[in-house]
């Protein structure tokens, strides 16, 4: 069974630091990762989807690797500003037989003006 | 274009109360998902559907029915609620399950 795992679970860090949030998970044969953004009281918004033949995606700020191999991804965010603050969650699109997404428990992110 | 919008979005029933909860997109997706969220357990699959008229069982489907009618509308049924199914819902839909998923906003749903 795939265990989806995200440390440190909160992070608060000034404005204006480049910062990396962590995802690992127990099972690499998936076929994509995503990481999503959950403001609260909120839907998930969608940030960035890596299928399983790339190693990485930008959009803006953001840019997000994944290792398969090792089990791992990693959310970079450069500059970060207040509005960045939220919980961010990664998801694995599991193989397996059924549709079958794995998500991890998040990071929370504070960015202090 | 509203994407996934879901009523109600706030609810409370008392248990063995019954509710459907309504999830619409516009986006023409074949793929429509019911997940349920709770604190420090990330979001669990409960249902699914892979096109109008069919569904099938997640990750946590007891106690929960849905249905498939249009290929737009994916409802979630609880016959008898239960205050273990104090959580907050959300309804995603996609083009097809390897295709990113788009999140509703959500219900909270309090169950006394």
């Known amino acids: 069974k795939q265990e989806v795992t995200q440390i440190p679970a909160a992070l608060s860090v000034p404005e204006g630091e480049n910062l990396v949030l962590n995802c690992s998970f127990t099972d690499s044969a998936i076929y994509n990762l995503q990481w999503f953004r959950q403001d609260p009281g909120k839907g998930l918004t969608s940030l960035l989807l890596?299928?399983?033949?790339?190693r990485e995606q930008t959009s803006g700020r953001l840019n997000a690797s994944l290792d398969k191999s090792s089990g791992r991804s990693t959310l970079y965010i450069a500059a970060s500003q207040p509005g960045d603050s939220a919980t961010y969650l990664c998801a694995t699109y599991d193989s397996g037989g059924y549709q079958k997404v794995t998500f991890g428990t998040g990071t929370k992110l504070q960015v202090i003006p | 274009n509203a994407g996934v919008t879901q009523t109600p979005k706030f609810r409370v029933l008392k248990t063995g109360q019954s509710m459907t909860l309504l999830c619409a997109q516009d986006m023409n997706h074949e793929y429509m998902y019911w997940y349920r969220q709770d604190p420090g357990m990330g979001l669990r699959l409960i249902h699914y559907s892979v096109g109008e008229g069919t569904t099938a069982k997640g990750e946590v489907p007891d106690g929960y029915n849905v249905s498939r009618l249009k290929k737009q509308n994916f409802l979630l049924g609880l016959e008898s609620a239960a205050p273990s199914q104090t959580s907050v819902y959300f309804c995603?839909?996609?083009?097809?399950?390897?295709?990113?998923?788009?999140f509703g906003p959500g219900t909270r749903l309090t169950v006394t």
């Open positions: 995603a839909s996609s083009f097809n399950a390897l295709y990113e998923q788009y």
């Open positions: 890596i299928q399983s033949s790339q």
